[in-house]
């Protein structure tokens, strides 16, 4: 704080925004608004279920609708050979807290982009309807 009672670094005073006037007057544009030729779009489908198995996903209707390429899921993973991602959570430094367990090294987990054998929580991803169109991979996901 300066003799006037001004924060010197900004903290507590408003942030005037630059973008907001193009994006509000139709002058801007979104990422939505790119279109790339032979651009796919995905959409995610996520468990209705907390702590299911996952016995089968049947991706045959998806598949059967228009425009779609492909859906991908965690058991299909697996079975390409796919390795989990590392996730080194001794990784992480200041201010994160380093997870260890006493008298060995850090913790680390392996994650799959998608369970390949259960959810474990409502909203968690299941499986990717890749399409043409963003409203194809919805259509899709929903079916």
């Known amino acids: 704080m300066n003799s006037s009672g001004a924060v010197a670094n900004g903290i507590g005073q408003p942030v005037r925004r630059k973008e907001d006037f193009c994006l509000l007057t139709g ?11 032979e651009l796919a779009h995905a959409v ?3 468990s209705p279920h907390a702590h299911a198995r996952i016995v089968s996903i049947n991706k045959s209707a998806a598949l059967a609708s228009t425009g779609v390429f492909a859906v991908l899921t965690g058991p299909a993973y697996v079975a390409d050979g796919l390795a989990p991602i590392p996730h080194g959570a001794g990784l992480m430094g200041p201010p994160d807290v ?7 090294g850090p913790i680390t987990t392996r994650d799959y982009p998608m369970p390949p054998d259960q959810a474990r ?5 299941v499986a990717l309807v890749v399409a043409e169109t963003i409203d194809q991979a919805k259509d899709a996901a929903e079916g």
Request: hydrophobic share 40%.
């Open 27 to 37: 002058r801007g544009s979104f990422a939505d608004d790119v279109h790339l030729p």
């Open 44 to 46: 995610i489908v996520r």
């Open 98 to 104: 380093a997870a260890r367990v006493r008298g060995s």
């Open 121 to 125: 929580f409502v909203g968690e991803p």
